[in-house]
């Protein structure tokens, strides 16, 4: 049984790290990073629920649609702060390899900074912060 947890874990963790490596969450064409204020429209409304950027905007989007079975929420903050609310279907002994994948892909999309990721259960309570810092490349889990 441990052999499968284990293999199950491995699997979920290298299945996100490829989806997160082989899409793109940004289009091709770069918006400055302005905050939105909030109107009227749908539209911008979205952008406060995602990111405060519109590549934050991108990122929070993407994440939720690729990962919708791990994923259920995303939001970015300040192009730093990736918060995300998991599905009860990923297990306590999987949360710190997708969060490890999760700051992969963030890294990737917002070269150059230190970021963190927060991973919350499917009841908004806070379980994991992963903390990269840019200058030794590694991840700190608290």
């Given amino acids: 049984m441990a052999l499968f947890r284990s293999l199950r874990t491995?699997?979920?963790?290298?299945?996100?790290v490829l989806i997160l490596f082989t899409s793109s969450a940004c289009s091709g064409t770069m918006q400055a990073d302005r905050p939105s204020l909030p109107g009227t429209d749908r539209t911008a409304y979205s952008q406060l629920e995602r990111g405060n950027t519109s590549q934050g905007q991108n990122f929070g989007n993407w994440v939720t649609q690729t990962a919708h079975e791990l994923v259920q929420d995303a939001y970015v903050r300040d192009n730093d702060k990736l918060g995300v609310v998991i599905t009860p279907q990923v297990r306590p002994t999987e949360v710190r390899s997708l969060a490890s994948s999760l700051v992969q892909g963030f890294h990737k999309n917002f070269?150059?900074?230190?970021?963190?990721?927060l991973m919350y259960a499917p009841?908004?309570?806070?379980?994991?912060?992963?903390?990269?810092d840019d200058?030794?490349?590694?991840?700190q889990y608290q």
């Fill in 135 to 139: 200058s030794t490349r590694q991840i």
């Fill in 111 to 117: 070269p150059n900074r230190d970021l963190t990721v």
């Fill in 123 to 132: 009841d908004k309570k806070l379980i994991l912060t992963a903390k990269y």
């Fill in 10 to 16: 491995t699997l979920v963790a290298l299945f996100l």
